[in-house]
């Protein structure tokens, strides 16, 4: 594509990326449904495999497009500063109707599961170990990505370095400890409401730190093979601004499931 236009936007070029990452996404979701069914993994597994490689490959035309081919102007920046702004906000009302789920139960428990909360036979973890452990983790996290922000502003590669691997290893840490308090969990995401509601929002939000993670070490990745300048890192940017979304959404849930719903 010729790169001589009167316009400071991007205009992609021909992908192939949109109709196969479409057509993979769907493979992976038929192949999700017949594992809940049949119990059987090689469709879903496939999907999975084809996904993850569209993702690389996708991501990897981004990262040329705006690190050597210079095509991510000022306006380009901006719109994706606005793209990453909007996915946020839409990741702010999945967790809302998790949380809405939640109170909708523990407000006003039902005859059916003893008109307590927790409910009768529940056994709920102590908020004042892992889960509190889990949460300094989380805050001095968004610290040392926030140090690590500034760093590379002020062009200081060493401390961005440390504090952005800093982040990561907390990152896994945190993940460590959440699978273990999973293993030790004395109940089940079947047992009643109180198990699907602390399931399903405490797990959504471990595949976030995991995918967070993921991004801060992509990132970090970049950073060693010199992509990033103190004036054009918007990719970390927008990694900063998931994980501090991470930071937020784990102190409301530390806050009412852990501690008021205990």
């Known amino acids: ?126 908020p004042m170990q892992i889960p509190l452990l889990n949460t300094v983790i989380l805050l001095t996290s968004g610290v040392s990505v926030t140090w690590a922000h500034h760093s590379m502003i002020n062009n200081n590669l060493k401390e961005m370095n440390q504090s952005l691997m800093l982040t990561i290893i907390m990152g896994l840490y945190f993940t460590m400890l959440q699978t273990y308090e999973y293993i030790e969990a004395p109940f089940t995401i079947s047992d009643s409401v109180y198990g699907s509601s602390f399931f399903m929002a405490t797990g959504f939000h471990g595949l976030h730190v995991i995918i967070g993670t993921t991004l801060l070490f992509v990132c970090m990745m970049r950073q060693l093979n010199f992509h990033f300048s103190k004036n054009h890192h918007v990719g970390f940017e927008a990694a900063a601004w998931y994980w501090h979304f991470v930071d937020v959404v784990w102190l409301f849930l530390y806050i009412s499931i852990y501690w008021w719903g205990n």
């Open 1 to 126: 594509m010729s790169t001589n236009h009167n316009h400071p936007y991007h205009l992609v070029e021909m992908s192939p990326w949109p109709l196969v990452g479409a057509l993979s996404t769907m493979l992976m979701l038929t192949g999700l449904i017949k594992f809940f069914q049949k119990s059987s993994t090689m469709i879903m597994l496939m999907g999975t495999m084809m996904t993850l490689l569209v993702m690389i490959q996708w991501w990897r035309d981004v990262v040329r497009e705006g690190t050597y081919q210079g095509l991510h102007t000022k306006m380009v920046i901006k719109g994706l500063r606005w793209g990453m702004i909007l996915f946020i906000i839409s990741e702010v009302f999945f967790f809302i109707s998790f949380f809405w789920a939640f109170f909708h139960s523990s407000l006003s428990p039902s005859v059916q599961i003893g008109s307590t909360w927790p409910p009768i036979g529940i056994t709920s973890f102590n």
